[in-house]
């Protein structure tokens, strides 16, 4: 978006900053300045001069030798070679020492324009130079009067005088700023809502265009009539006649503006459309009356296959999400991209009929691109316009007509309107808003600021209302960035976020997570992600009886098959799968693991939604086996502060796990989860060869178990005791049990223990084992007596003996 700071200033008439301190407000305000372009950066002392006398130049054929009267005590002899100017015309004239623009060849020669110096031409002294519109900056795309090959005169209407500013005069004094404009703020895709924003940034009063009533005392119904078939696609549609048109050109000030835009005059119709488009953000459109059948407007769609020749002579293919102005008989316009051919406004018309419609930005983004017809009008109706804006720019329009002799406004609109916005209405919360910024700014000045932007407060129901224009002002947060904008964010002091997630770590059940991976990746396992949707087949594969109730599951209403038509309620078959994957593409070593949830149904028929629990799923072949995997079990549970808490108990009711080789994790009562081998018939299924080893952790019971209230305890002071048993027990005596007699007999003064060695051999009886453990006794407060520490070991020796325990000779 390109605003002129002149175009602003004629809705804020004080406003008296430099274009530097402008732009920087304005970003500070939040107006997203891109750049600026200050239109004379490149002209200096440039004054209007009034030709005195023109002589021929005594020794070129070419020249003529001129007086000119710049406004000083004495003329200014120029020599120009100017053919199109004659005495007592008014030109613009660039004194000694000034800058002209570069022509635009010369651009990267002299981007910073040219000097002129006086001197002499042919002998005869010249004291200046006469400009034409290029050497000002300009082209005759703007200034249709300027000659192509001459020096501009002004206009006798102009008014200027000699020794006036030049550059002033022909609005070549002006700073367009370009701003990115965010698609929440349509309203300020207009002059007038950005001439709101720099009124509200620099504090100053803002006055809009005034719209006065216009129209004779006929009535438009009489000349024409609207139909609206699809008002969700046309929200509201407004139409006014004016007749007995007299076409010419637009006044200069007009036709500066919009040249201060990059928009060409045409004339006086054409140019008050642009002109209210860019001042209101409102596109709009003209028809000839006398080419509208049965003189009547319906708003419709188009029929799919119809084609539609638009003003620019094209043939536009369209299809029925297109939506059409038509009149009794035919198609006339594309709604709010482009006109057609059939319809346009000729220098031969007499009647016009101007509309201001508001139509679905969505749809018309999508017509655009399909039809391959972008324009300004299509651009800005994209971006959602305001419903109530259409009768105010419409209206505006007719009053340029009427102030410009234009034409004759027949009285009354046209208004299709069946669902007018209202103006929303949000409380009015200083409170909460300063508690989200951060600052401790009085309501009374947040109230101003509003005030200032429009909106307005309702003390009896402490409700602000914010006009329709506003469409990104829906809740306290959209409210206190407006309070953040005009107090100043330099001005909002620096203080920490409040709340639980500012302490800037994860969850506490994602840290778990976290450490469950960090221990699995560091001992080569790899992450993996699988389906949840699965087969019932699965059932099968992993041996689950028949009345098993991970049988029980959600059905899919609608699977992509068979094989998805389930929810899993065991984690293992998309890990088994992964494995075998891995195997059958001759990887000799795979290590995977798993995050997922299995869904496991309250009830069936389902009442309420399935109960999703979160498993850990661990598979691994090649290189290790069962204890190789418990290892790294008992590594994840120490991490998370179950060390030595957690026993394996020998387990045999998994059927898809060997019989003799699995494990249930438990602490206390509470089952953790599973190890063990896979079921040799298993891993047939899965076409796995070879020892395949999983486990499963469900998560939230090792998340509600896992501790990190670690204490610190001191450097120990005194000595401990070391003493190593040397055992023989039977082979169906796991070393656990041993292990939970050591502890419960060794009690305060045990500090470590640690099984160093498992023999069986020709030594050994038959169906015996030799197991060996050193032990480690320390008290905080003393040395600890041989007594002492041979009390426990007898102790220990006797509990063991209970279990057919003995130590070995």
């Keep these: 978006m390109n605003t002129p700071i002149s175009w602003i200033k004629a809705y804020v008439p004080d406003l008296d900053v430099t ?95 040219i000097k002129i110096k006086k001197g002499k031409l042919r002998g005869v002294e010249s004291n200046g130079m006469m400009c034409g519109i290029e050497e000002l900056g300009s082209s005759r795309d703007f200034y249709p009067e300027a000659p192509e090959d001459g020096v501009y005169v002004f206009p006798v209407e102009s008014g200027v005088k000699p020794g006036d500013d030049a550059v002033k005069a022909l609005g070549l004094d002006d700073v367009v700023v370009e701003y990115e404009i965010t698609s929440n703020r349509v309203d300020c895709f207009s002059m007038i809502g950005m001439a709101r924003e720099a009124a509200a940034t620099f504090d100053k009063s803002f006055y809009p265009p005034v719209v006065t009533k216009t129209g004779n005392d006929e009535d438009v119904n009489d000349y024409i009539s609207v139909e609206v078939k699809d008002p969700d696609l046309c929200p509201r549609y407004t139409a006014r006649v004016v007749k007995n048109l007299k076409i010419g050109p637009s006044p200069k000030w007009m036709q500066q503006r919009l040249a201060s835009q990059g928009i060409r005059s045409i004339n006086n119709l054409v140019d008050i459309t642009n002109y209210v488009m860019e001042e209101y953000g409102q596109p709009m459109h003209a028809y000839d009356l006398s080419t509208i059948a049965g003189n009547k407007i319906v708003v419709r769609r188009a029929n799919d296959g119809d084609t539609f020749v638009t003003l620019d002579g094209q043939e536009r293919k369209l299809d029925h999400d297109v939506l059409m102005i038509c009149d009794g008989e035919k198609e006339i316009g594309i709604a709010g991209i482009m006109g057609g051919e059939n319809s346009m406004v000729t220098d031969s018309i007499d009647t016009l009929l101007f509309e201001a419609a508001c139509f679905d930005g969505t749809n018309i983004r999508l017509s655009s691109r399909r039809i391959g017809l972008a324009t300004d009008a299509a651009a800005k109706f994209t971006k959602g316009l305001d419903p109530n804006l259409a009768m105010e720019a419409i209206d505006r329009a007719c009053q340029l007509i009427e102030e410009m002799g234009a034409g004759e406004v027949v009285g009354g609109a046209v208004d299709v309107y069946p669902n007018p916005v209202q103006d929303k209405k949000l409380p009015f919360e200083p409170d909460k808003m300063n508690a989200l910024l951060g600052t401790e700014v009085e309501p009374e000045k947040m109230l101003y600021y509003f005030g200032r932007l429009g909106l307005t407060y309702d003390a009896e129901t402490n409700t602000l209302d914010v006009p329709s224009f506003r469409q990104d002002l829906n809740c306290m947060a959209d409210l206190a960035e407006e309070v953040a904008r005009f107090y100043g964010y330099d001005n909002i002091p620096v203080s920490l976020p409040r709340g639980e997630a500012t302490v800037g770590k994860l969850p506490y059940d994602q840290m778990i997570n976290a450490i469950a991976r960090d221990v699995l990746e560091a001992n080569g396992f790899s992450g993996g992600m699988c389906y949840s949707f699965e087969s019932p087949k699965v059932f099968d594969k992993l041996l689950l009886p028949a009345d098993s109730e991970f049988r029980k599951t959600v059905t899919i209403a609608n699977p992509l098959g068979e094989d998805f038509s389930i929810m899993r309620t065991v984690s293992l078959n998309g890990v088994l799968t992964s494995l075998a994957t891995n195997y059958n593409r001759k990887n000799k070593i795979a290590r995977l693991y798993e995050f997922g949830n299995v869904y496991l149904p309250k009830s069936l028929p389902l009442t309420e939604l399935p109960e999703e629990r979160m498993k850990l799923t661990i598979g691994m072949y090649g290189q290790g086996d069962f204890f190789d995997l418990k290892g790294v079990l008992e590594e994840l549970t120490d991490k998370v502060g179950l060390k030595g808490q957690v026993t394996y108990e020998p387990e045999s009711e998994y059927t898809f796990l060997h019989p003799g080789r699995q494990a249930k994790l438990k602490k206390g009562n509470l089952t953790i989860g599973f190890i063990g081998q896979v079921h040799p018939e298993v891993c047939d299924n899965y076409n796995l060869k070879g020892e395949v080893y999983v486990a499963v952790i469900d998560m939230p019971t090792l998340v509600m178990l896992s501790s990190f209230d670690i204490k610190y305890e001191g450097i120990a002071k005194f000595p401990g005791s070391t003493r190593d048993l040397s055992l023989v027990v039977d082979k169906e005596i796991f070393v656990g049990q041993i292990e939970e007699v050591i502890k419960k007999c060794g009690g305060k003064l045990l500090e470590s223990y640690k099984l160093f060695d498992v023999y069986e051999g020709e030594q050994i009886a038959k169906g015996k084992k030799s197991v060996a453990y050193t032990m480690t006794f320390r008290a905080k407060d003393r040395t600890l007596e041989t007594s002492e520490v041979d009390g426990i070991i007898a102790k220990i020796l006797k509990e063991l003996g209970k279990l057919g325990i003995e130590i070995r000779a």
Aim: with cysteine; hydrophobic share 40%; net charge negative.
């Design 19 to 113: 274009a530097q301190e402008f732009v920087d407000a304005m970003t500070l305000s939040g107006s997203h300045v891109e750049g600026y372009e200050q239109k004379d950066k490149n002209l200096d002392k440039i004054v209007v001069g009034k030709i005195l006398t023109m002589e021929k130049h005594p020794d070129a054929d070419k020249l003529v030798v001129c007086q000119v009267d710049v406004g000083q005590a004495e003329p200014l002899q120029i020599v120009t070679g100017a053919k199109n100017v004659k005495v007592n015309d008014l030109i613009p004239l660039v004194l000694d020492g000034g800058k002209v623009a570069a022509a635009h060849g010369d651009n990267n020669e002299y981007p910073d324009g």
